[in-house]
């Protein structure tokens, strides 16, 4: 164990070390994004304009790009199940809730360059008919140090996490006291005592999977080489399973250990919510290349009676020890037989590290992007000592007077008074101003401002500010979507990391989602229905009989919500096709309703208010349109039955 924990101090302290430039550029950022940051040399400035802020600010996206699912196989029982996994994603965005996730990881990443997304499996969210459940959450990007030389995470053998504790909780989670640790110097700059840093080593094991390897200073917290992979404590010493809330064992041991669990045994058959077979409870039982497995068993030996024509069984006799016969009994065999075992189900285990990078502009051989603020960098910090040079003009500005040196001012009744002995001394007293020109200041700051809204591809449009150069409605869309064209490689990285996201969770589904679990869900047509995410259904046999997870998956973003100004277009362009007819007759019910589903799958506000009213009028119109057609086709029978009536004979 000291010998492992050697090994992989020496790694963290090898990949901090890489990383220690691009952590303090990080913190640099930040800080110009506060506008604490102060020059390197030369006296200290004031950050009166902070159009850094400003201009990150006016990029904030709260739009959070939904996913996608499409199989890799597109067969109609895959695009079903691709539907329920978009259900399930899409469901649990909104319990998480999301958008203060967002709202800071937009903040986090344009100042700073890059973000950090931790996807969990919390086993503490417990509902009625539930246990655990997906949860999320950021890291600072400064807390996380990836392997030295690689800058893809997947391509990473292993990454680090160093977070604060305190004590107490440490040695409530894993039993191992650390009074005697302190934090990390380089990570706190205060040393409170009842907190420590705990470090995480996340890798990838031998087999694909992933491990886990924690400390706090030279004491060892977890070491697991299938942290992904399910698990149980059990006793150290007899081998039975931890009961919740002990931590005693029944033979009298305190000591716990891992033990990971390859399958589940089923007990009973595993039915979907139409009441399908799924699984069966037991199965015949094969080796993994599909071949029926034997044992030898004991069975009577029977042959047919062809008085009867009937199988019966056969008897031997039994003698004694002078060969008399005593009686007889049943004559048996023993032969090889297939037979039946419980269904054994492997679990599922991630392959994928549990985080997601988001970058904000990519830059070649670098785990994070280049930040917003450290491209107008230079632009901030002149404009920082322009503006502090400005204050200094402005404190310094005044009239002075000039006066003889023996003349007198004195007050008299609240009135200034000077007191002068003749004419001249009189011509002699001056008003002098000392009020310095701030023009140029002004404008120069002006124009760095400019220079950096330039450099960020953002506009007085995008801003919401008034733009004179926009003459008409179609040069402001025209504005708007050059603006979305200079921020394309930042909702691309979004995407990705997005997409990044929804695939862990659906990993974590596929591996801990016991209960199946109902989610509404609306349809391509707008219509909602629910739908029951259950992994039981993903389960498949190859060619052998083994059962294995169907995760072949495409899972991406939806890209008509992956920003504000792509979402107000398409709802403009929605609007305009709607005017033109291309929903049908814009007086027809039935087009204005998919009107409505359409901008309601975009959220638009109160459009469920107007699905619902539209649906109610769409309805009484086929009502009424069915007793039309009711009536014209009675109509004729009267008719005919009116004219046998006058025909009759009198």
Sequence with gaps: MNQKLSIWQERYDRAKNEFEEVRVQMEKNQKQYEGTLQPERGKETVTIY?????????????????????????????????????????????????????????????????????????????????????????????????????????????????????????????????????????????????????????????????????????????????????????????????PAGESKCACGSKTWKTQHLDYEELTEDIMNGAGELLVPATTVAKDEFGNLKYRQEEIPVEEMNPLTGQMEQQYEQIFDEQMNVIGDRPMTEIVETAYEEPTRIPYYIPRHYPIAIRKNVSEADMVFGESDAEMIFEMQDKANKLATRLV????????????????????????????????????????????????????????????????????????????????????????????????????????????????????????????????PFRTETGDEEDVTFNRYEFLERDEYGNWHYNDLFLIGTDAAGSSAENRQYNLELMLADFQAGLYGNPQDPEAVLTFWKDRESMNYPNAKRQVTRWQQKVEEVKQIQQMQMTQQMMLPDMIGGEEDEVQMPM
């Design 50 to 242: 902070n159009f850094t802020k400003e201009l990150i600010e006016s990029a904030i996206d709260p739009a959070i790009p939904y996913p996608k699912v499409e199989p890799q196989v597109k067969t109609e029982e895959n695009i079903q199940l691709a539907r329920k996994i978009e259900a399930m994603l899409v469901n649990e965005i909104k319990r998480i809730n999301l958008d203060p996730f967002n709202d800071l990881d937009e903040r986090i990443t344009k100042a700073m360059g890059g973000d950090v997304a931790l996807i969990e499996w919390n086993t503490r969210i417990k509902t009625h008919n539930s246990v655990g459940d997906i949860d999320l959450r950021l890291i600072k990007p400064t807390r996380f140090i990836p392997q030295d030389g690689i800058f893809d995470v997947e391509r990473m053998d292993y990454y680090f996490l160093d977070f604060e504790d305190t004590k107490q909780n440490i040695q409530r989670i894993y039993g191992v006291d650390v009074d005697a640790e302190t934090v990390d110097p380089d990570r706190v700059s205060e040393q409170p005592d009842d907190v420590v840093t705990q470090k995480w080593a996340i890798y990838k094991n031998e087999e694909g999977g992933i491990g886990a390897f924690s400390w706090v200073g030279d004491k060892v917290l977890i070491d697991d080489e299938k942290f992904q992979q399910r698990s149980k404590k059990v006793c150290a010493k007899c081998g039975m399973q931890k």
């Design 392 to 519: 200094e003009k402005a404190f310094n500005s005044s009239q002075i007077l000039a006066k003889p040196k023996m003349s007198d001012f004195t007050f008299e009744n609240g009135l200034q008074v000077i007191n002068i002995g003749s004419p001249d001394e009189l011509a002699q007293i001056k008003s002098i101003d000392l009020r310095f020109d701030t023009t140029q200041e002004i404008a120069l700051i002006n124009q760095l401002y400019f220079w950096a809204k330039s450099l960020l591809g953002i506009n007085d449009s995008s801003q919401g500010k008034q733009d004179t150069t926009a003459t008409s409605g179609r040069a402001k869309e025209a504005q708007i979507s050059r603006a979305q064209a200079r921020q394309a490689s930042k909702v691309v990285m979004k995407e990705s990391f997005y997409r990044q996201i929804y695939r862990c969770m659906f990993e974590f589904a596929l591996a801990y989602m016991d209960e199946p679990r109902n989610y």
